[in-house]
């Protein structure tokens, strides 16, 4: 079993629409986790970064974290082409290297 | 701020060839993290400096190597490449006494492909 398990998509939803990315995890000492954005042939972009349970907000963009079910969840609102791009979770235990997903790659069109 | 810049953008080796890719960290990050991206994988941890010394190693072979300078900046050199090495180059930098080592920024990657 992989520390962090990310279904790859392709995922493919209609502009404006609600979008859903999920990660499973099997370490228990991750404490940290964090969503990337990346753009075709571009380097991973931090989007945002949740500390244990609970949810954070920034604008558009939702985290959740589940400890206890071993999930985190990315929420998109009113996604607009431009977020069309893979999407990347990435955890870790503090002071340790980050573990990736292999990522989720997200159509919006237009 | 200037954030991390990696060159080159690409590169082609054969096998068996050297390479020594190079990063410049985003400014007041004395921590840099190399990962390795292959096609359609998540970022793979290849090894971490800080201060001019190595600080953690991920599962990659001691061909893979590396150099952090008195300026934060970094190299990665890679010997005897392999046909697998090809893939997307990663330089992260972050600031584990401000923001912790799991707010890392990257840079735009170094492309390396090899025949």
């Known amino acids: 079993q992989k520390e962090v398990e990310q279904d790859p998509g392709p995922l493919s939803v209609p502009e404006g629409a609600i979008v859903s990315l999920n990660c499973t995890y099997s370490n228990s000492a991750f404490q940290y986790f964090m969503w990337y954005r990346q753009y075709s042939r571009k380097g991973p972009e931090l989007l945002m970064y949740?500390?244990?349970?609970g949810n954070k907000e920034d604008g558009r963009f939702t985290a959740q974290v589940d400890k206890s079910s071993k999930y985190i969840s990315l929420f998109i609102r009113d996604s607009q082409p431009s977020d069309s791009a893979t999407y990347l979770c990435?955890?870790?235990?503090?002071?340790?290297?980050?573990?990736f997903g292999k990522g989720t790659r997200l159509s919006v069109i237009a | 701020e200037t954030g991390v810049t990696q060159s080159p953008t690409h590169l082609i080796k054969t096998r068996g060839q050297q390479v020594t890719l190079r990063c410049s960290s985003q400014?007041?990050?004395?921590?840099v993290s190399w990962y390795q991206q292959a096609l359609g994988q998540g970022p793979q941890f290849i090894f971490q400096y800080y201060r001019e010394e190595e600080n953690g190693r991920g599962n990659f072979p001691p061909r893979f190597s590396g150099l952090q300078f008195p300026n934060y900046s970094s190299e990665l050199n890679v010997n005897a490449l392999e046909l697998d090495d090809s893939a997307l180059y990663l330089c992260?930098?972050?600031?584990?006494?401000?923001?912790?080592?799991?707010?890392?920024?990257f840079g735009p990657g170094t492309r390396l492909t090899v025949l």
């Open positions: 949740t500390y244990s349970s």
């Open positions: 992260a930098s972050s600031a584990p006494e401000r923001g912790g080592l799991h707010t890392q920024y």
């Open positions: 990435a955890m870790s235990a503090g002071n340790t290297p980050l573990v």
């Open positions: 400014s007041g990050h004395n921590t």
